[in-house]
């Protein structure tokens, strides 16, 4: 481009780096020229058909110091060395900014090992940075040739300790964030160690609230100071439970446990489905490496862990020496760990097996003896008690939505250790979230109140004080208790949801469960491995007639894959062919059957008994919109009954599956659902194209615009005109309730369920439509 040519005619800095290394090189050279110091680096400041050893002999003549990114891979690229060479050949001085605990070695050790280093593999990333900096400007100040190294003494070598200690930091914070150092809870433990200094018994302190909320730390970063909220209304609810609540760890509950966990504890962040965007929830921030492989998290300083005994008040809990104890850097530490342990049967387990250590522990054969040096070395670490980093395996940019699942929240480490599982008796347990239970009458009835020692900032939006849960064991139940003004709203079951709008349609809510239903096809059998056929039958459905008259099934239409909600998923109507039966037609002629002559039959199966109540019909309406005569698609009926009986179903060529959201973003959709690489258990078994070198760069594309202008794009390479359609998308169900004229309820993302804390209620009507 022409304005970087103008930029870059003068420079100062010429830039070394390994192209394993290009994301940190990219943070480099950005910090250096937003502080105004010009740098040259390869391949951006390469001309179009220029020679590229000509241009870099010629850039290090030119330049006035080099930095070298070094690390484990520069240490061995001969581009590296060779540039090198040619700098001392120069005279250039040079500035080693090393980001791995490694020594030169081979050729470099002759020309570095003696040379000041910069080390930036401890936190923080951004100081390092601001460091380099610094030293550059001091070094192009100087004119006697020396080495000068800001903000303290320079390195020569690593330390022998230092070679064993594992890769801490290669790539930190690009964008520069302040981090916290707040003092408070030290001692803290894994899952198979404790601390020096545990409390010995959970005792309480009342607390003012008020002083609680407006409580700062100099240095720290201090919750906004909001006006207090007013937490005056009821809500009346139902909880479907249709057996008894056994427990209310939030790492091993689900279902109804689940609707009561999520408002007794904070997780990292949330996800607002309304704008599919990543919030804070207790990490008042967070920072991403360059290589999206190490996330920062800085917590709040000042989230109490509270106890509530029943009908009585909410108090902040303390250690054994009378310290308040608050949500840490340690209790995350513990919780990842945890959920990473074999015996814990978190159902969302899988999307932490990217973080480094936790596939190793969660598969070691020996879960009862797991090697504690593989415990050290899992990738989570509480830097401080503000301070969590999460390394991956792999680069994830979804790594932040999988944090908003709510059964990956902190627990306390050190009641768990002390009291096993009954650290999580109601009246006993230490919580955190914006509500604590107030009432337990198992079977019955849970009555939650605000946590108001809760700051107000991670509070919510709502105005919900308190939560009458009355428990019941069906949707038609719950929906009666609506009907006689029991409830402020209720589950519709959809047997009953025709009556109801007819009756109340101006009493409905309606949100999008991000689950859809498709059709599976068998890229291994011949018929479906020619792409022709595979978009006949993706453009031979009239969903909206399937929808509303065949299963009659409060549902959206889908003519691509990610629901509404997902982050990167294009509205529904905007990308897919949808029916188009002359498109189908066209497209089966292609394929060799003109107006079905010759089609060999389809096996087709249902997976659920859901889909097996309807894929009868399904069959018709493909095979008249084909023109293929009846009995084409050969519906062979339940796999899951079929697999029960052990029949074989190997030569299947077509299934109606489902797939809902483990996290609410496109990785989990068409990187996990479509990828190539995934192996899933039916197997699309398609072969690789560009399309996933695609996904793979959504997958660590850490710029949300440029991730989801990416996502759309797969979207429609997958689902277009000319696209592979891998798969048929049917149909997303839509979750309808019956809720009365003064309630607002917040959808919430993955799971069923409102988000209580941000739902509001006008109390005013309740109490005069209830007074009629």
């Given amino acids: 481009m022409p304005v970087q040519d103008e930029i870059h005619n003068e420079f100062d800095v010429f830039v070394s780096y390994s192209s394993m290394e290009k994301a940190i090189a990219d943070a480099v050279v950005a910090a250096h020229e937003q502080a105004g110091i010009r740098c040259w680096y390869a391949p951006r400041d390469i001309a179009p058909g220029a020679d590229w050893a000509d241009s870099i002999t010629k850039a290090i003549r030119e330049c006035s110091l080099m930095v070298l990114v070094f690390s484990e891979t520069a240490n061995r690229s001969q581009r590296v060395i060779d540039e090198i060479n040619f700098a001392i050949d120069q005279g250039k001085t040079i500035l080693p900014f090393r980001i791995e605990p490694h020594n030169p070695s081979g050729a470099l050790s ?19 940075l601001d460091r380099l900096v610094e030293s550059v400007r001091a070094n192009l100040d100087s004119s006697d040739g020396s080495i000068r190294i800001s903000g303290g003494a320079a390195s020569a070598v690593v330390s022998k300790e230092q070679k064993k200690t594992p890769r801490k930091m290669a790539f930190y914070l690009v964008t520069g964030l302040v981090l916290f150092a707040v003092l408070g809870l030290a001692g803290w433990q894994f899952l198979r160690g404790k601390p020096e ?3 010995t018994q959970i005792t309480a302190v009342e607390t003012d609230p008020a002083t609680t909320m407006e409580t700062d730390t100099a240095g720290d970063d201090p919750l906004e100071t909001t006006p207090t909220p007013d937490f005056s209304a009821v809500l009346d609810a139902s909880l479907i439970a249709v057996d008894d609540i056994t427990t209310l760890d939030p790492h091993l509950a689900d279902g109804a446990a689940l609707e009561i966990t999520k408002s007794l504890f904070l997780g990292l962040t949330r996800f607002n489905p309304e704008t599919a965007e990543v919030e804070p929830a207790a990490a008042a921030s967070w920072s991403v490496s360059p290589d999206g492989m190490i996330y920062t998290f800085t917590l709040h300083p000042d989230i109490p862990w509270v106890q509530h005994a029943l009908g009585d008040d909410t108090v902040q809990v303390v250690d054994g020496e009378g310290n308040a104890l608050f949500v840490s850097a340690a209790d995350f530490e513990y919780a990842f760990k945890r959920i990473c342990t074999p015996g814990v049967e978190n159902f969302y387990m899988q999307i932490l097996t990217n973080v480094v250590g936790c596939r190793d522990i969660l598969e070691y054969p020996d879960p009862e003896n797991i090697p504690q040096e593989m415990l050290d070395a899992f990738g989570v670490e509480a830097v401080s008690d503000t301070e969590l980093i999460i390394r ?18 902190a627990v306390p480490y050190w009641a768990i250790d002390k009291y096993g599982d009954a650290w999580t008796n109601p009246g006993f347990m230490p919580s955190s979230g914006p509500f604590v239970i107030d009432e337990w009458v ?11 020692l809760l700051p107000d900032a991670l509070q919510g939006e709502g105005n919900i004080g308190t939560v009458e849960m009355t428990l019941v064991s069906s949707g038609e139940e719950s929906y009666q208790l609506w009907l006689d003004g029991m409830i402020d709203y ?33 890229h291994d059998n011949p018929a479906f491995r020619d792409l022709y056929l595979r978009q006949a039958f993706s453009a031979a459905l009239d969903r909206n007639i399937f929808l509303n008259e065949v299963i009659n099934f409060g549902g959206t239409p889908m003519i691509h894959l990610a629901p509404p909600g997902v982050f990167g998923a294009p509205p529904v109507d905007q990308i897919g062919v949808g029916y188009d039966p002359e498109f189908a037609q066209k497209k089966l002629e292609l394929a060799g059957y003109p107006g079905c002559e010759g089609i060999p039959p389809i096996k087709f199966y249902a997976f659920s008994g859901i889909a097996n109540a309807y894929s009868e019909e399904i069959a018709r309406f493909w095979e008249d919109s084909l023109g293929c005569p009846e009995g084409t698609i050969d519906f062979q009926g339940s796999l899951i009954e079929i697999m029960e009986a052990g029949e074989n179903w190997d030569d299947w060529d077509m299934i109606i599956t489902g797939w809902g959201s483990d996290f609410p973003d496109q990785e989990n959709w068409v990187g996990t659902l479509l990828s190539c690489e995934i192996d899933n258990s039916l197997g699309t078994h398609r072969e690789c194209s560009e399309i996933d070198n695609l996904i793979e760069q959504a997958r660590i594309e850490t710029t949300p615009s440029d991730r989801r202008e990416l996502y759309w794009e797969i979207e429609e390479a997958f689902f277009g005109e000319d696209g592979s359609h891998p798969i048929a998308p049917l149909y997303t169900p839509n979750q309808y309730f019956a809720v009365r004229d003064w309630v607002t309820l917040v959808q919430p993302t993955t799971f069923e369920g409102f988000d209580i804390a941000r739902s509001r209620l006008d109390m005013e009507a309740k109490s005069g439509e209830v007074g009629e």
Wanted: proline residues 7%; glycine residues 2%.
């Fill in 392 to 409: 991956l395996i792999e680069p994830s940019a979804s790594f932040l939505t999988k944090t908003t699942n709510p059964t990956l929240v």
């Fill in 110 to 128: 002759l020309h570095l090992s003696s040379r000041h280093w910069l080390d930036a593999y401890e936190p923080n990333w951004q100081a390092h």
């Fill in 197 to 199: 200094a545990e409390p």
């Fill in 442 to 452: 198992s079977g019955e009835q849970v009555r939650l109140l605000r946590n108001q």
């Fill in 490 to 522: 209720s589950e519709l079951p959809f047997d009953l949801l025709e009556g109801h709008l007819e009756s109340f349609p101006d009493k409905t809510q309606v949100y999008n469960t991000q689950a859809v239903f498709y059709a599976l096809f068998n």
